[in-house]
């Protein structure tokens, strides 16, 4: 079967600009993850959504991150007034139920680069 | 911080060599599982371990777990240049938000024809 999307897989915005990234869960799949994969670093947790429960934002690095998850499918992440830090892999994962022992299935990525 | 840390950094061998790599960790966890991620896009999961168990083997994977060092090992036998690829080991957090995985900063493994 089809495994998470994302879409733009790759997007140049202009610094100050805001971007939203898409994400396509596996049909089915109640939990959903935005990680940021940055050069160098490893991947940085961003935040879980799981079912209709209220999402850990934890990991979100300023306010002027935010994502939403629609009729608990696609999540959008929007980066408001980008900056060149934000430059990186923004990587969506989806699990059919979250917890740990809950394989994480990954999308391609969105490549986000900030001029 | 990092949870876990792997090494070495990059690693190259030839066609047909074992591979091995090392992922250390500070917390307690509940499960332990390695990833590989090939030209910075998508990872795909290889293998999960639980705390409980000491050895898991998958195909030409085999992986060990000792959680009084907070260590792991991934072993890839018999490589092949397919297996070029980063390779990263994700910890979570034993207790609650055990969803939130934490991964290293990987290992580049180059497998040369």
């Known amino acids: 079967g089809a495994g998470v999307s994302q879409s733009p897989s790759n997007k140049v915005t202009e610094k100050g600009k805001d971007v939203e990234l898409r994400c396509d869960p596996i049909s089915g799949h109640t939990a959903l993850y935005w990680y940021r994969q940055s050069l160098g670093q490893g991947l940085e947790f961003l935040i879980y959504f799981q079912g209709n429960s209220a999402p850990d934002k934890s990991g979100l690095p300023s306010d002027r991150f935010s994502a939403e998850r629609t009729g608990g499918s696609v999540s959008t992440l929007t980066i408001q007034r980008t900056q060149q830090e934000d430059s990186a892999v923004y990587l969506c994962?989806?699990?059919?139920?979250?917890?740990?022992?809950?394989?994480?299935?990954f999308g391609p990525g969105t490549r986000l680069t900030v001029l | 911080s990092q949870q876990g840390e792997e090494d070495p950094q990059a690693l190259s061998i030839q066609e047909g060599e074992n591979a091995t790599m090392n992922c250390s960790y500070k917390?307690?966890?509940?499960?332990l599982q390695w990833y590989r991620q090939n030209s910075g896009r998508g990872l795909v999961h290889l293998i999960l371990i639980r705390s409980n168990e000491r050895e898991k083997h998958s195909g030409r994977l085999r992986v060990t777990l000792d959680t009084s060092k907070k260590s792991s090992s991934l072993l890839i036998t018999a490589s092949r240049a397919a297996d070029t690829a980063s390779y990263f080991c994700?910890?979570?957090?034993?207790?609650?938000?055990?969803?939130?995985?934490?991964f290293g900063k990987g290992t580049l493994l180059t497998v040369n024809p």
């Open positions: 917390t307690s966890i509940n499960n």
């Open positions: 994962a989806s699990s059919l139920d979250g917890g740990s022992v809950d394989t994480q299935y």
């Open positions: 994700a910890t979570d957090a034993s207790g609650g938000s055990n969803y939130k995985l934490t």
